[in-house]
């Protein structure tokens, strides 16, 4: 094999194998980025959600204690 047929047979092999490892890398490279945006994403709806249904929760709380006490003193009140 002389030194022109090894190179000819470098450039088309390495070629599309290298290029395969491109495209590889490249999608795995997009796969990783996007599932890590998706999690960070996914915790703070999750984050917000908590948060949201929290103060959901004390305000309904808030309110039924109001109408008790309310209702209590209405009660206790002298005619």
Same mark, same amino acid.
């Given at each position: 094999?002389t030194?022109?047929s090894?190179?000819?047979?470098? &450039? ?7 290029w395969i ?9 997009s ?15 999750v ?7 929290? &103060?959901y ?7 039924y204690? &109001? ?5 209590i &003193?209405?009660?206790t009140?002298?005619?």
């Amino acid at each position: 094999m002389t030194f022109e047929s090894r190179n000819t047979s470098r &450039q088309c092999g390495g070629v599309g194998i290298v290029w395969i490892k491109k495209v590889w890398k490249s999608l795995y490279s997009s796969i990783v980025l996007r599932m890590t945006a998706s999690a960070i994403i996914a915790m703070i709806v999750v984050l917000a959600l908590m948060v949201a249904s929290s &103060q959901y929760s004390v305000s309904k709380n808030r309110g039924y204690w &109001q109408d008790n006490i309310t209702e209590i &003193q209405r009660m206790t009140s002298p005619v």
